[in-house]
């Protein structure tokens, strides 16, 4: 019997292998989420960070532009007021007469290039002379003084004047009187009527950089004829602003601190709800875990009601198929008893007929036997010559005749009784073969010689089948196979019968038996009809026949399948419409059983 599907132990299989494919693709759905959340997080964080840092830059640079724009807007409001006060009364004397001292033999040296704006071209050879005369003009002496006065409390730590061809004219630091600045980029644009301003690199006082070194800012502002409103010379205005940047830097230094700190407290909140992000997280995976349990609880219970279920129908199948087997075979025995019957009856009939001419015979012979007794009696019992010489009460032709049919009549009875016991032989060979067939009188499953039980088969079948069709064998030595002989028998008379049912006419029928490989092989081959394509794969169909209502019920191949199978073999069927149609069975052997 074949192995039931065990449908509790397939479905906890497959259920829990589903379950892990599913808990292993959340799990990796959720790492992969959370390193993308994560990775998401920090992406935002760190732009978050940079735009920050970008806007502090950016606020460190607008408060020190802000800052640096203000001293300038400072030094040219200065610049202009200075020009105004001062134009009139020292400012316009001085440039008139500073007019009349030659630099041209200085104008050929120049500032060095990539010196930076407040770096003087000084040459104490050449601007020895034109320095003594600016200095000695008394106007020089008038604006000197009006300057001092005028800045005196201010942050103005330089103050210079230029005329428009670079000279320096005044110069509160009186060494660089005469220097000669057409190479500072901010005269130039000064000189062209449009104010300029710089920030010079940081510097200690004697020019040279250290911790104390300060920084200053360079303004170069036009200053105009209020006449003819032309530019008439650059006045240089430098301050200190190292007190003002250093606040710069502190207000800096403390948006980037205030930056920072809530950098870190937005880092934590990120954090926190990193955290707790998480924490759900690991709370649905539980809760999907609980669900998918309580799930796999409640299908577990379905299937195990449904595996009592498909259990109890395949015991009420198993049973119907043992009935329906059972129906077959008595079908095919019915068939078979009316055969065997006929073929029963006329043994019978002649050895009746024989025991009863055997009968008669016997009766004629007796009274000769009777009156040939009474003669022997008398002549052995007679004492004395009278008793010999009386004549005898006898018909003497009559016993004569009586005797001499004797020997025929014993032949003839004979021959009769030996008709009798060849009858009967007859008889008992079929009784045998039946027994063969049915094995009542065996256990069910038994080791047996396939031929000698295919021969038993295929003799009862002759019985049944019409005396037209020819049963042929072909056997080959096949080893002894354990088997359940009744049901085997019954698959190979359902084979031999369908194949001569299926001769219209003369035919013949071959069944044939030889080992294939590790496998017993019995073929029955017919050349009858042949069995069309669409209805080929229906054959082994329960209830399926295309015998005419009443001929068959449409189990005789499906149970020979199921019979076949049970014994671990293989049934299979070609066939060729016109041709005719073979059925090869396939039984496994034991191992080392054939060579």
């Not at 724009?69 to 400072?74: I, V």
């Not at 880092?267 to 707790?276: G, K, P, T, V």
């Not at 009278?386 to 009559?398: I, V």
């Not at 019954?490 to 031999?496: A, M, R």
Request: charged share 20%; glycine share 6%.
């Amino acid at each position: 019997m074949q192995a039931r599907f065990q449908l509790i132990r397939h479905f906890t299989v497959t259920s829990l292998m589903a379950f892990a494919c599913a808990a292993s693709a959340m799990v990796y759905f959720q790492m992969r989420e959370s390193a993308r959340s994560e990775s998401t997080r920090l992406e935002a964080f760190g732009s978050f960070e940079r735009l920050q840092a970008d806007l502090v830059s950016h606020a460190a640079t607008a408060l020190q532009r802000d800052a640096l724009t203000t001293r300038q807007d400072s030094h040219v409001e200065l610049a202009q007021v200075l020009a105004v006060g001062l134009w009139d009364e020292a400012l316009s004397p001085f440039l008139a007469a500073a007019k009349k001292i030659d630099f041209s033999a200085c104008r050929g040296q120049r500032q060095p290039s990539g010196a930076p704006d407040n770096t003087p071209m000084t040459s104490p050879t050449c601007l020895g002379q034109p320095m003594a005369l600016v200095q000695a003009l008394p106007a020089h002496a008038t604006l000197d003084a009006r300057l001092q006065h005028a800045l005196r409390g201010n942050l103005i730590t330089r103050v210079r004047i230029h005329d428009l061809q670079g000279n320096t004219l005044y110069s509160s630091d009186r060494r660089h009187v005469g220097d000669n600045i057409t190479g500072v980029a901010g005269w130039a644009q000064a000189a062209r009527g449009l104010p300029s301003s710089a920030l010079l690199p940081p510097a200690a006082p004697g020019g040279v950089q250290g911790a104390d070194a300060r920084n200053l800012m360079t303004s170069h502002v036009p200053v105009s004829d209020p006449v003819t409103h032309q530019t008439a010379a650059v006045l240089e205005l430098q301050s200190d602003v190292t007190a003002q940047l250093h606040r710069v830097q502190q207000t800096s230094a403390d948006i980037r601190n205030t930056a920072a700190i809530h950098l870190a407290r937005l880092e934590q909140q990120s954090l926190a709800h990193r955290r707790h992000a998480q924490r759900a997280e690991s709370v649905q995976l539980m809760t999907l875990a609980g669900l998918l349990a309580l799930l796999f609880a409640v299908l577990h219970a379905i299937v195990r009601r449904a595996q009592g279920v498909i259990e109890k129908q395949a015991r009420e199948s198993d049973a119907n198929k043992q009935r329906l087997a059972q129906s077959e075979k008595m079908t095919s025995l019915g068939n078979m008893v009316a055969s065997v019957a006929h073929q029963l009856n006329t043994p019978l009939a002649f050895s009746k007929s024989n025991v009863s001419m055997a009968m008669e015979a016997l009766k004629d012979m007796a009274p000769g036997i009777r009156s040939a007794a009474q003669v022997l009696d008398r002549m052995a019992g007679s004492a004395d010559a009278t008793a010999s010489h009386r004549p005898l009460d006898l018909d003497t032709d009559t016993v004569r005749s009586q005797l001499t049919r004797c020997p025929d009549e014993l032949g003839m009875t004979q021959d009769m009784l030996r008709d009798v016991l060849t009858g009967l032989n007859q008889m008992n060979e079929m009784v045998d073969n039946l027994r063969s067939f049915t094995r009542l009188d065996r256990s069910r499953t038994a080791e047996v010689d396939l031929n000698t039980t295919l021969s038993s088969v295929i003799y009862l079948a002759r019985a049944v089948i019409s005396t037209r069709v020819q049963v042929v064998q072909k056997f080959s030595a096949l080893p002894r196979l354990e088997c359940q002989v009744s049901q085997l028998n019954q698959v190979f008379l359902n084979l031999i019968m369908n194949a001569a049912q299926a001769i219209d006419g003369a035919g013949v029928v071959t069944v044939s038996t030889t080992v294939h490989g590790a496998c017993v092989r019995i073929t029955v081959e017919d050349n009858g009809s042949g069995i069309p394509d669409d209805v080929l794969p229906r054959i082994f169909e329960p209830y399926f026949t295309t015998k005419p209502m009443g001929s068959g019920t449409g189990l005789g191949l499906a149970i020979a399948r199921d019979i076949v199978a049970e014994h671990g073999g293989t049934l299979t069927v070609t066939s060729q419409v016109g041709v005719g149609t073979t059925f090869q069975i396939e039984l496994p052997m034991p191992t080392g059983a054939y060579t």
